[in-house]
Nanobody, 123 residues
Framework: QVQLVESGGGLVQAGGSLRLSCAAS????????MGWFRQAPGKEREFVAA???????HYSASVAGRFTISRDNFKNTVYLQMNGLKPEDTAVYYC?????????????????WGQGTQVTVSS
């Protein structure tokens, strides 16, 4: 049973930074793509960033240049470094593991999900 646990969320002022972590258990992440998604109140879950098993990166247009996704296969952990945070980044952030080593913004490519961590950016 694959379990994903996110951490690192919190309250931060606009312009600040946070680093989210997603620790996996029950399976190695090394052969799979990993993604970060977010969901704001009243909105659908949306793609944020993804990293393939080979390290290829995808970002949504709204976070490109501010967020960085990375992975440490030895620690079985994926990270999302978020800089230049804006109030519109406020959401619950979820990490997810894809079916294969390739993953992009297509939510149905992801089959395991964490419980999420709240990120709140004040203006």
């Amino acid at each position: 049973q694959v379990q994903l646990v996110e951490s690192g969320g919190g309250l931060v002022q606009a312009g600040g930074s946070l680093r989210l972590s997603c620790a996996a258990s029950g399976s190695t992440l090394s052969g799979y793509a990993m993604g970060w998604f977010r969901q704001a109140p009243g909105k659908e879950r949306e793609f944020v960033a993804a990293i393939s098993s080979s390290g290829y990166l995808h970002y949504s247009a709204s976070v490109a240049g501010r967020f960085t996704i990375s992975r440490d296969n030895f620690k079985n952990t994926v990270y999302l470094q978020m800089n230049g945070l804006k109030p519109e980044d406020t959401a619950v952030y979820y990490c997810a593991r894809a079916k294969t080593g390739y993953g992009d913004r297509v939510i149905t490519e992801y089959i395991y999900w964490g419980q999420g961590t709240q990120v709140t950016v004040s203006s």
